[in-house]
């Protein structure tokens, strides 16, 4: 089974603090994905990355910014937390070039608090 | 544009009974995919289901088959014998090209739940 891995499952943090959440997957996948959720809107797209130090912006990516230096390891990063990035955050890793029916699998989910 | 829409915020269901869930889509591509994920209270997403544009058949998992209604860009899930353990949000979402690493867009899910 494939497993994608998020480094915390809650997370508290203040205004202006630079914030790092990290996804690891064990699949050797080359996509990795990171979505943010909320009430209402459903899942929306930050930022995904295609391969190791490759990344495409994805509908919100203001505010973010990723890393993506080894191929099971896709960070993303808060420059300056603002209170409307409190939110959960999910992580996410396909494998390419299988066809569309490919599912992204998805991690167990970060909330995120700024205070 | 709303791509993908989910007009039902919450829905009951009584235990061992079927229930649909709804989504509309909308796309010009005639190459795109369709999913459904499910999401328990935990945060976990789950993969449920997948049809394709080009499928003949509706797709069908267990107790998850998916009306596909090409012409209406319809694609609502069909949980048979509901279950307690069938409460979570489900989300619908689509891909459109063929190409596996292409996003994810997500409808703003359905909360169900499932009456004892």
């Known amino acids: 089974d494939v497993k994608v891995t998020q480094s915390s499952r809650y997370l508290v943090k203040r205004t202006g603090e630079k914030v790092f959440l990290e996804c690891v997957q064990d699949?050797?996948?080359?996509?990795m994905f990171w979505y943010r959720q909320d009430p209402g809107l459903g899942l929306r797209l930050i930022y995904f990355?295609?391969?190791?130090?490759?990344?495409e912006k994805g509908d919100i990516p203001e505010g973010y910014s990723v890393s993506r230096e080894k191929k099971e390891r896709f960070s993303l990063i808060l420059e300056s937390a603002s209170t409307n990035q409190t939110s959960m955050y999910l992580c996410a890793s396909s494998l390419p070039g299988q066809g569309a029916r490919q599912p992204q699998h998805f991690g167990d989910g970060t909330r995120l608090s700024i205070l | 544009a709303q791509k993908i829409t989910q007009t039902q915020p919450g829905m009951f269901v009584q235990e061992k009974e079927a229930v649909t869930l709804d989504c509309t889509y909308d796309?010009?591509?005639?190459?795109?995919?369709l999913f459904w994920y499910k999401q328990p209270s935990s945060g976990e997403m789950i993969f449920l289901i997948y049809q394709g544009s080009y499928d003949e058949q509706n797709a069908t998992e267990g107790r998850y088959s998916l009306n596909f209604q090409k012409a209406r860009k319809s694609a609502n899930l069909v949980i048979s014998a509901s279950q307690l353990g069938d409460s979570a949000m489900y989300f619908c979402?689509?891909?459109?090209?063929?190409?596996?690493?292409?996003?994810?867009?997500f409808g703003s899910g359905t909360r169900l739940l499932v009456r004892p």
């Open positions: 979402a689509m891909r459109e090209g063929e190409d596996s690493s292409y996003k994810l867009i």
């Open positions: 990355s295609y391969d190791v130090k490759m990344k």
């Open positions: 796309t010009s591509d005639q190459s795109y995919g």
């Open positions: 699949m050797d996948h080359e996509n």
